[in-house]
């Protein structure tokens, strides 16, 4: 059984617009697979559907903006922990610092906006962790790029949707 077919079983007692969020919230499948589940599969309406996802989307945003840096403190206490995450940030400054420096938040929201694995919300939180970018400033480019995606993902799934139609 696939993940998706697991995750679809383990909601299916939940109302529609309630397992929408639960999906957008969950780090693998975030709005980008909560959008195409609700329109195919739940036949709930564009704007129900981008709304739920969006929502559920943006769940964990606040928790993961707040608490990763007090986590990633503590966890450093520890030898492999503090070997882990000075790698992780030595890394990530070498590889993409030019670009956050250069465009800030921007380069957050177009992160997150652009709808491929591992450029969602979840994965921008940990960016603006790495980056210092403060939650006033991250939350509202985090937003701008789940809003952004959800357009895209909702005009990409319902253009979907149409040619199936059309073929069936």
């Known amino acids: ?3 998706e077919a697991t995750v679809l079983d383990l909601l299916s007692s939940f109302p529609h617009w309630l397992a929408t969020m639960v999906i957008g919230a969950m780090p693998i499948f975030e709005l980008r697979g909560a959008i195409p589940i609700a329109l ?9 559907a981008f709304i739920f996802a969006v929502l559920g989307n943006m769940i964990p945003v606040v928790p993961l903006l ?3 840096d007090p986590v990633s403190t503590y966890l450093r206490r520890f030898a492999i ?5 000075s790698w992780l940030f030595g890394r990530t400054h070498r590889n993409h610092s030019e670009r956050f420096e250069k465009y800030g938040t921007l380069a957050l929201t177009l992160f997150v906006a652009v709808p491929l694995p ?10 603006a962790f790495v980056f210092g970018i403060k939650f006033r400033h991250a939350f509202p480019a985090i937003l701008a ?6 357009i ?3 005009s990409v799934t319902l253009g979907g949707i149409g ?6």
């Open 1 to 3: 059984m696939s993940l």
């Open 40 to 48: 195919g599969i739940y036949d709930m309406s564009p704007v129900s």
């Open 66 to 68: 707040l608490f990763l």
């Open 81 to 85: 922990f503090d070997k882990f995450f």
């Open 118 to 127: 591992v450029t969602g919300a979840w994965t921008g939180c940990a960016a």
């Open 145 to 150: 790029g789940v809003l952004i995606a959800g």
């Open 152 to 154: 895209i993902v909702s």
């Open 163 to 168: 040619l199936v139609d059309l073929f069936s």
